[in-house]
């Protein structure tokens, strides 16, 4: 089951049709409901959601009760797992703490991807909590509409989440969260502040190094991925880069030594050990008392990541490192020739195979990602 976030904000766009310039705050709520305004945000979500029906087998949903997500969520016959409830407020509706309090408490639940219909107060309260590092996706339905985190419509995003639950190529990247002054605004005064960056998936594509067959041109995507990874190398971290031509780009682009079919060690861009066995791993770990994080990429054609050819990255270095210190690489050409299929993880580690499940960034290029799933192996 691919499970699924959903925070409705029942009064982003109240205010719209009354050109009040916004819905932020209970007097301009109030004054929208005087003057007849309805409700939008419920048909919003339920209009992306529409474009999954055929597809609810393979989801749950994770809501806050009543008009922030549930009742859409089981009007349109979805599974439904009711986290929260909101609180009550002047305006009779959910408030932005509820909105906090909600993708701070769906974020726990370890969700794929959370979905929030709004606008851009409602993605700032969505940033507040889960930051930089978590993949959201807005449903749009606000006044303001400056933020870069929606969908172009809610078919839109609906489409997006087809292609996500299907296992296509989805990327992802930052986009940025920015909102004005709604009191300005109403003076025509157009005064909008940058508030940080959501990470959004994006439809898949190629977008860099191609030939005019549209393939990628494989040795300089593994130069583009080498130097994206060299970039964020934090000092004090130590990588362990695995097995694999594309990591060995890494090793090339740091100027250092690789072993091909073994694990490096590598901390301040320096060789710390090569071809190291699992001994060597938990060792190093033990006498390294900042971050680690372990590079790895697919087998081409099969789409293990884990427990083929690297299992000297075993449970108890995986466990060491930490599920989120994983970082995985691969060009969008042996993506795509899995046709769906998963990333498969297989430690023989039940537990841990089920834990590393879901869906994982997959670093593609130069500043470049896709979100794909991950799957452990079925033995049955």
């Not at 007097?27 to 309805?38: F, H, P, S, T, Y």
């Not at 190398?233 to 090793?251: E, V």
């Amino acid at each position: 089951m691919i499970k699924l976030g959903l925070i409705i904000n029942p009064l982003a766009g109240i205010g719209g049709p009354l050109a009040l310039k916004g819905s932020d705050g209970a007097k301009i709520v109030n004054q929208a409901k005087q003057q007849g305004a309805l409700l939008r945000a419920a048909n919003r979500g339920s209009l992306a959601l529409s474009e999954i029906i055929s597809l609810q087998q393979q989801v749950i949903l994770y809501c806050f009760e009543g008009e922030m997500g549930a009742d859409v969520a089981r009007e349109l016959g979805f599974t439904v797992e009711v986290v929260g409830k909101p609180s009550k407020t002047e305006t009779g509706h959910s408030c932005a703490e509820d909105t906090q309090r909600a993708a701070k408490v769906i974020r726990s639940h370890k969700v794929d991807l959370l979905l929030f219909v709004g606008g851009d107060g409602t993605a700032r309260d969505i940033f507040q909590v889960v930051g930089s590092d978590f993949p959201v996706l807005g449903i749009p339905s606000g006044v303001k509409m400056h933020s870069g985190v929606y969908a172009v419509s809610p078919q839109a995003a609906g489409e997006l989440l087809k292609r996500f639950i299907k296992g296509q190529l989805v990327d992802i990247s930052l986009a940025e969260v920015r909102d004005i002054d709604e009191e300005a605004f109403r003076q025509n005064i157009v005064r909008a502040k940058f508030y940080g960056e959501l990470l959004v998936p994006r439809e898949g594509h190629f977008l860099q190094q191609v030939k005019s067959s549209g393939r990628e041109v494989e040795e300089l995507v593994l130069q583009d991925i080498a130097a994206d990874v060299v970039e964020s190398m934090a000092a004090d971290c130590l990588y362990l880069i695995g097995p694999g031509s594309t990591p060995a780009g890494i090793m090339d682009e740091l100027g250092l030594q690789n072993t091909l079919l073994g694990v490096d060690a590598v901390l301040n861009e320096c060789l710390l050990g090569q071809d190291l066995s699992e001994s060597q791993i938990v060792k190093l770990l033990a006498t390294h008392r900042g971050i680690a994080k372990i590079v790895i990429t697919a087998i081409g054609g099969q789409g293990h990541i884990l427990g083929r050819g690297n299992q000297q990255l075993s449970p108890t270095v995986i466990r060491q490192v930490g599920m989120d210190n994983i970082i995985v690489v691969a060009t969008k050409t042996k993506i795509t020739e899995l046709n769906g299929r998963p990333l498969l993880v297989d430690t023989n580690d039940a537990e841990l195979d089920i834990l590393l499940g879901g869906y994982r960034s997959v670093i593609t290029g130069y500043h470049d990602a896709i979100i794909y799933p991950v799957g452990m192996i079925n033995n049955n």
